[in-house]
């Protein structure tokens, strides 16, 4: 009972963790997904605009305000200036009319005014706390330019501005005076719209994470139905097409991938066709010996001339199996990675010779001529085997499909870039019904007379294969009753993939 009873816990124990790895796993997902990445951006591009306005808004507001209070003091500025000119109050400070309206300006606009002579020495102070002192102000030295100058301290929320004291008629610089004025009303105002530039941040924070996860819901949701009509597809449900033509990205992954499923079909098709060929190719020559075996043991006396018979086509049979599996050997090497190719650079001059030196024999016993013709000498990087598997099949299927006492013709030229070679024949031809087909595996034109040619319906898938490991080409042109030609393009450096 308490072996059970752990084993429960230790399973419950494994659940658990393997819930937390799936969260895990999930969050990390997601924190990776297009999904989230447009929800980030979405969300950006709605709060750092409103951000941006609000921080316009409220820096402009300041600004304006600022200039506004500037300008207003200011003006009141130069009417205090010219009446203090008017009574000659820097020399005499017991105008009544001039201490009125300097203690009623101080008092309306909550500040304090100081008024210096030309040497700096304070005259007034509205405070009473600096008569006789010397003026300490960088504003009001730069006033000696005769210029007004102001400055607001947004900490302390205080405008100061020093006015020159001048007479219109008389240029010369008479005395400064220095006017601080409060600034707590535009402070006050300025940290009220503040409050509700943040609440309306914040809205729009709201309302922008809102929009934004709506929005990429709908964006995705059509990658979404994509990858569930791939995972129907990966399940072995080849037969339906997928179709969202929401966006133009999404139709052209769907079309991309609807070619691709196409030609996995077509693939699966000649993997299944292949197979089975290789099935029937191999078993045929097996029945033909059975027969012929089962035929010898169940004769008594058999004549020697019919057993001697009987062995040469059994022998026969053997020979064509043995070509068969040879043929399907090199083109499972064929079908390798291009890695596997061993590249030299070689006389191709020299590779064709040889070639039409080994099969002339063959050739010789049906008097069929084989010539070469070379327009130029080519040295070009290629697998020697692989190479002359190639050109041998071309060749040896022009002698076996031709007609007694013609000629197979085989010419060599070269540009800067490729090196060319064509195989024509004087045979029978290709009709032209057949013409795409010759390159796959199994495929005979002439399926009558395939036994007696010795054919194995593999040649030219093997020449095709070899010829694409070189980055070449192959072309074929074709009459029936007219011969064939067959034209290889392959570049003279070798490029690996």
């Given at each position: 009972?308490?072996?059970?009873?752990?084993?429960?816990?230790?399973?419950?124990?494994?659940?658990?963790?393997?819930?937390?790895?799936?969260?895990?796993?999930?969050?990390?997902?997601?924190?990776?997904?297009?999904?989230?990445r447009i929800l980030i951006i979405l969300i950006i591009?709605?709060?750092?605009?409103?951000?941006?306005?609000?921080?316009?808004?409220?820096?402009?507001?300041?600004?304006?305000?600022v200039a506004m209070l500037t300008e207003t003091v200011g003006d009141q500025c130069d009417i205090l200036c010219n009446l203090?000119?008017?009574?000659?109050?820097?020399?005499?400070?017991?105008?009544?009319?001039?201490?009125?309206?300097?203690?009623?300006?101080?008092?309306?606009?909550?500040?304090?005014?100081?008024?210096?002579?030309?040497?700096?020495?304070?005259?007034?102070?509205?405070?009473?706390?600096?008569?006789?002192?010397?003026?300490?102000s960088s504003l009001a030295v730069a006033c000696l330019k005769g210029e007004e100058t102001s400055n607001y301290d947004a900490r302390s929320k205080v405008l100061e501005l020093a006015v020159p004291v001048q007479s219109p008629d008389v240029q010369q610089l008479q005395?400064?005076?220095?006017?601080?004025?409060?600034?707590?009303?535009?402070?006050?105002?300025?940290?009220?719209?503040?409050?509700?530039?943040?609440?309306?941040?914040?809205?729009?924070?709201?309302?922008?994470?809102?929009?934004?996860?709506?929005?990429?819901?709908?964006?995705?949701?059509?990658?979404?139905?994509?990858?569930?009509?791939?995972?129907?597809l990966t399940d072995g449900m080849l037969d339906e097409e997928i179709s969202v033509p929401d966006y133009t990205e999404?139709?052209?992954?769907?079309?991309?991938?609807?070619?691709?499923?196409?030609?996995?079909?077509?693939?699966?098709?000649?993997?299944?066709?292949?197979?089975?060929?290789?099935?029937?190719?191999?078993?045929?020559?097996?029945?033909?010996?059975?027969?012929?075996?089962?035929?010898?043991?169940?004769?008594?006396?058999?004549p020697e001339e019919l057993y001697q018979e009987f062995m040469s086509d059994i022998t026969a049979e053997i020979d064509r199996e043995n070509k068969i599996i040879t043929d399907l050997l090199s083109l499972v090497k064929m079908d390798k990675k291009a890695a596997d190719v061993n590249i030299t650079h070689m006389d191709i001059n020299q590779l064709l010779e040889d070639i039409l030196k080994r099969l002339r024999p063959i050739a010789d016993k049906r008097n069929i001529d084989l010539i070469l013709d070379c327009f130029r000498p080519v040295d070009a990087d290629v697998d020697e085997v692989k190479f002359t598997l190639a050109i041998s099949n071309l060749v040896e299927n022009g002698i076996k499909y031709n007609v007694d006492d013609g000629w197979v013709r085989v010419s060599l030229d070269a540009?800067?870039?490729?090196?060319?070679?064509?195989?024509?024949?004087?045979?029978?031809?290709i009709p032209e019904d057949s013409i795409e087909r010759i390159f796959e595996r199994f495929?005979?034109?002439?399926?009558?007379?395939?036994?007696?040619?010795?054919?194995?319906?593999?040649?030219?898938?093997?020449?095709?294969?070899?010829?694409?490991?070189?980055?070449?080409?192959?072309?074929?042109?074709?009459?029936?009753?007219?011969?064939?030609?067959?034209?290889?393009?392959?570049?003279?450096?070798?490029?690996?993939s």
């Amino acid at each position: 009972m308490t072996v059970l009873r752990t084993d429960r816990k230790h399973a419950s124990n494994c659940m658990t963790e393997e819930n937390g790895v799936e969260k895990v796993k999930k969050r990390k997902n997601f924190f990776r997904s297009l999904r989230f990445r447009i929800l980030i951006i979405l969300i950006i591009l709605g709060i750092v605009p409103g951000v941006i306005v609000t921080y316009t808004m409220l820096h402009n507001y300041q600004n304006r305000a600022v200039a506004m209070l500037t300008e207003t003091v200011g003006d009141q500025c130069d009417i205090l200036c010219n009446l203090i000119i008017r009574e000659n109050y820097l020399n005499d400070t017991d105008s009544e009319v001039v201490n009125s309206k300097l203690e009623l300006f101080s008092n309306v606009y909550n500040g304090r005014i100081l008024l210096a002579d030309r040497d700096f020495k304070i005259v007034s102070d509205t405070f009473h706390t600096e008569e006789g002192k010397t003026l300490l102000s960088s504003l009001a030295v730069a006033c000696l330019k005769g210029e007004e100058t102001s400055n607001y301290d947004a900490r302390s929320k205080v405008l100061e501005l020093a006015v020159p004291v001048q007479s219109p008629d008389v240029q010369q610089l008479q005395g400064v005076m220095l006017v601080s004025v409060s600034a707590v009303d535009i402070a006050e105002t300025l940290a009220e719209m503040e409050q509700r530039g943040v609440m309306l941040i914040g809205s729009i924070v709201v309302l922008s994470v809102f929009l934004a996860w709506l929005l990429s819901t709908i964006l995705v949701k059509p990658l979404a139905r994509v990858t569930k009509a791939i995972e129907d597809l990966t399940d072995g449900m080849l037969d339906e097409e997928i179709s969202v033509p929401d966006y133009t990205e999404t139709e052209l992954i769907t079309d991309a991938f609807n070619k691709m499923v196409n030609r996995m079909k077509i693939l699966d098709e000649s993997r299944q066709e292949f197979v089975s060929n290789v099935s029937h190719e191999l078993k045929t020559p097996l029945t033909s010996m059975k027969v012929l075996a089962d035929s010898l043991v169940g004769q008594q006396g058999v004549p020697e001339e019919l057993y001697q018979e009987f062995m040469s086509d059994i022998t026969a049979e053997i020979d064509r199996e043995n070509k068969i599996i040879t043929d399907l050997l090199s083109l499972v090497k064929m079908d390798k990675k291009a890695a596997d190719v061993n590249i030299t650079h070689m006389d191709i001059n020299q590779l064709l010779e040889d070639i039409l030196k080994r099969l002339r024999p063959i050739a010789d016993k049906r008097n069929i001529d084989l010539i070469l013709d070379c327009f130029r000498p080519v040295d070009a990087d290629v697998d020697e085997v692989k190479f002359t598997l190639a050109i041998s099949n071309l060749v040896e299927n022009g002698i076996k499909y031709n007609v007694d006492d013609g000629w197979v013709r085989v010419s060599l030229d070269a540009d800067h870039k490729y090196f060319y070679i064509t195989v024509a024949d004087s045979g029978m031809g290709i009709p032209e019904d057949s013409i795409e087909r010759i390159f796959e595996r199994f495929y005979r034109v002439d399926k009558s007379h395939s036994k007696e040619i010795g054919g194995t319906g593999l040649g030219l898938a093997i020449t095709k294969s070899s010829i694409a490991m070189h980055h070449g080409t192959i072309k074929v042109f074709s009459k029936e009753g007219e011969g064939t030609t067959f034209s290889v393009r392959i570049p003279l450096s070798y490029i690996p993939s």
